[in-house]
């Protein structure tokens, strides 16, 4: 066989389904190590098990994160069930604590796949006035004393911001396992384990990709402990994500700082213009003083920034947001998504469902980090149509 030498500052992309061994005594030592400690080896057994472009992904998802391990899954929901099926356990799960406000597709997870197909206890806890109240939480937490709690620092699609440092506290201080999704605020923003949390997960379509052409979720954390169960647990089910998104992934990765930067300046410039706008009913967004968790964005976000997602109310209702998606669809797309390099727009109610949401003219609006003039500029005239 030829060989071949070219330097290169990136790990290749490895599409192997399976890796050579030398002898039979090297494969075996692999698998006890493996079984010992999922990919804590430096020998490549099988892509379901780990892959070395995937690694090397993961590695700089643990740097940005300032995590001590990362590991990446096909999906964000395919991490949240490695993070959560990590602490189930037989006989003693015992009862599982989630706040109302999280993402829709985690919310059907848990009532179809941990209550009804699982068995498993689970309490909820909302907001007051879009507001999380620690007393509240507190009461709550020495009431049903909870295994586990799941939250969200920045939700999705009010953008109520949780007192994480507080709340994480309140939890650990009772021995309480800790799981957040961190994706609206990325680590740029907020790092959750660096204030106790057992495990954050991010939706890494979004911000660490970025540019919409990528689906992948990340699980971080630096218990060694963990890490091993959840790769094992990974290793099992078979969410292990794909060489070609881990390589494109890594490059994407190095621009997170710049975009996520450009995009959160520009939601707060536009939130403002928004604010006053006479077609407009209110807008959430946490770098408002008059956002209902401004108080809680200043104190966990650090003058880092608030987000790149705006929540904005249109007067006129269902037929004023018709008008207002035709105007700007071919400079705002409709997507179901967010994060991407272009401003994204979806409609709340009919999305996240009308009775959740009440609210017929209620738009999301994810900012990208295209030129701010170009975006305000295509807003406006939406609204003007209307």
């Known amino acids: 066989m030829p060989q071949f030498k070219a330097a290169s500052r990136r790990t290749p992309i490895y599409r192997d389904s399976g890796y050579p061994f030398e002898t039979v005594d090297e494969a075996a030592e692999a698998m006890r190590a493996d079984a010992a400690y999922s ?121 109520i911001v949780a007192d994480a440092i ?26 959750p384990l660096e204030h106790g949390a057992d495990f954050v997960v991010h939706s890494a379509t979004k911000y660490f990709g970025g540019h919409g052409d990528i689906t992948a979720g990340v699980l971080c954390g630096n218990d060694s402990v963990l890490h091993g169960e959840a790769m094992f647990y990974r290793r099992l089910v078979g969410h292990i994500f794909s060489a070609d998104d881990a390589y494109r ?26 604010e006053d706008h006479d077609r407009i009913i209110s807008v959430r967004y946490p770098g408002l003083e008059t956002h209902a968790s401004h108080d809680e964005a200043v104190k ?17 209702g269902r037929e004023a947001v018709d008008k207002f998606v035709a105007q700007v669809k071919d400079r705002i797309p409709y997507v179901m998504t967010l994060g991407d390099s272009e401003s994204i727009m979806m409609h709340v109610p009919s999305t996240f469902g009308a009775e959740k949401y009440p609210y017929p003219g209620m738009m999301r609006l994810s900012v990208g980090f295209e030129p701010y003039e170009e975006l305000e500029e295509a807003i406006l005239k939406g609204l003007a149509a209307i």
Not at 173 to 191: E, M, Q, S
Not at 252 to 263: D, E, F, N, S, V
Not at 300 to 310: L, S
């Open 249 to 274: 992934l890594t490059t994407q990765i190095k621009t997170l700082p710049l975009r996520y930067a450009r995009a959160c300046e520009s939601a707060l410039k536009l939130a403002r213009r928004l």
């Open 300 to 316: 966990v976000f650090g003058g880092r920034g608030f987000g790149a997602v705006i929540t904005f109310e249109i007067k006129g």
């Open 39 to 159: 990919q804590s080896n430096q020998e490549f057994i099988y892509t379901r098990f780990g892959n070395p472009t995937v690694s090397e992904a993961e590695y700089e998802m643990a740097r940005v994160e300032g995590s001590t391990w990362a590991m990446l899954a096909s999906s964000c929901m395919s991490a949240i069930d490695i993070a959560l099926s990590t602490f189930q356990e037989r006989d003693n799960t015992g009862t599982w604590l989630f706040f109302n406000e999280i993402y829709g597709g985690t919310n059907t997870y848990i009532t179809q796949v941990l209550e009804r197909r699982r068995g498993i206890h689970v309490e909820r806890i909302g907001a007051r006035d879009e507001r999380y109240e620690m007393a509240a939480l507190v009461e709550m937490l020495d009431r049903v004393k909870p295994r586990l709690l799941y939250f969200e620092v920045l939700c999705n699609p009010l953008l």
């Open 166 to 191: 507080e709340i994480i506290k309140a939890a650990k201080d009772r021995g309480i396992r800790v799981v957040i999704d961190n994706t609206f605020a990325t680590p740029l923003l907020f790092k």
